[in-house]
């Protein structure tokens, strides 16, 4: 057998998708499988999204610029002095999805070996993008008895070495919903300055924020352009996941000028993604609003079954749609394959995503599971009702083995 890379060999499994095997095989079997394991928004997108794909005129789908086309930059500059960051259009250059926005800017911006600070639980595709560009991820630990809120300014010195070139926050945050204030961004800022770091700023989720406190940008903190790489995407915002639209901003000219040739490397983003996502500027406030709206109703009704159950514990996400749980289960890697091979009620089960894939410290997660309140509140109640039943049945079970 041929060998692979030493790289290869080093990829982690996605915990979002690594069970996709077993959830096709329960679904094969005639199992409905609720899926709280991903953030798949079930909301429509926007009709002003779908029509601009489907009215479009063109003749020929040619290469878009490696920047992202001229007027996608321009409305996405217009979106963003809307909500208070002044930017052009050389500010901001299309990728294809958020990742590749976190992949190329990491890429720009570190070097082999060098550390990336991130708050624990994490985003767990910044795993696989570090080992992508062997940058070294640094966990702060956040607590979820605090909602896992922005832990002291020591906390972080302590974990910068000569080696630290940055840090990475996201706001509001995945996987655990929390939204960071403008006293805890400037904590950031002061330590960025202080230590010459970049701080990325992936702010995907920024409309889904359910505090009367508004969405506070770190593109909106003073004299950090040098500092700041902002991650955006169209995917969570208006429900085009799909399309694989993101985009990388920053207004330090040297950087972007590197991040352009990076993006010149893999020719350009999808032509009828941008499309898309052009379209979907022109969605009306309205819409935010529903959205809004439902996800509030969604997000309430989930803590509270959950934090009615016997040993589980749920924080109350402030933003975004996900939330880290606490269960009563020694290795929840265990419980969410057990849940899809073994376990269904009714003709149901629930698949969810282990949180130790969210955490860089090994042993740390292991009796928790990050879920999303993406389904309906009908389905929800399905789910919830049926993740009861499998907690208590899997409880026995480990009764009667040590028995």
């Known amino acids: 057998m041929l060998p692979i890379s030493e790289k290869a060999k080093i990829m982690p499994l996605s915990p979002v998708r690594k069970l996709v095997p077993y959830a096709d095989a329960a679904k094969e079997r005639g199992v409905k499988v609720y899926h709280l394991n991903i953030g798949q928004p079930d909301v429509p997108a926007p009709q002003e999204a779908l029509e601009a794909v489907k009215n479009n005129r063109l003749s020929l789908v040619s290469y878009p610029h490696s920047a992202g086309n001229a007027s996608y930059r321009q409305g996405l500059a217009d979106y963003y002095r809307r909500i208070g960051i002044a930017l052009s259009p050389d500010d901001i ?20 070996g060098d550390e990336v600070i991130v708050m624990e639980p994490f985003y767990t595709n910044y795993n696989g993008i570090a080992a992508w560009t062997d940058v070294v991820l ?67 989720y920024r409309e889904f924020c359910y505090t009367d406190a508004p969405h506070v940008s770190c593109m909106q903190l003073p004299d950090m352009d040098e500092h700041v790489v902002l991650i955006d995407s169209v995917s969570k915002r208006y429900s085009l996941c799909g399309v694989r639209i993101g985009a990388i901003i920053s207004r330090n000219r040297e950087v972007m000028r590197s991040v352009l040739r990076f993006a010149q490397a893999r020719l350009c983003s999808p032509a009828y993604g941008q499309l898309a996502a052009e379209g979907a500027l022109q969605t009306p406030p309205s819409y935010f609003s529903a959205v809004r709206n439902e996800y509030i109703a969604r997000r309430n009704y989930m803590v509270d079954a959950l934090n009615a ?13 996900y939330t880290i749980v606490k269960l009563p ?18 003709k149901q089960t629930v698949m969810i ?24 509140i009908e389905d929800l109640k399905k789910a919830m009702h049926c993740l009861e039943r499998a907690l208590k049945q899997y409880r026995e079970r480990d009764a009667d083995t040590a028995n």
């Open 93 to 112: 250059i299309i990728t294809t999805g958020g990742s590749e926005a976190i992949l190329i800017g990491f890429s720009t911006c570190f070097n082999p």
């Open 353 to 376: 995503a282990p949180a130790s894939g969210f955490y860089a410290t090994p042993g740390k997660g292991l009796d928790e599971a990050r879920i999303a309140y993406v389904l309906n």
């Open 309 to 321: 159950m016997d040993g589980v514990y749920c924080p109350m996400p402030q933003g975004a749609f």
């Open 138 to 204: 640094k966990p702060v630990p956040c607590d979820i008895r605090t909602n896992f809120a922005l832990p002291p300014a020591s906390a972080f010195e302590q974990a910068i070495t000569p080696k630290t070139r940055g840090i990475v926050v996201c706001n509001p945050n995945n996987p655990t919903g929390y939204l960071y204030s403008r006293k805890e961004l400037e904590q950031l800022a002061a330590i960025a300055k202080k230590h010459r770091l970049y701080l990325f700023a992936d702010e995907v």
């Open 329 to 346: 289960v020694a290795d929840c890697d265990a419980f969410a394959q057990w849940l899809l091979e073994e376990f269904e009620y009714e």
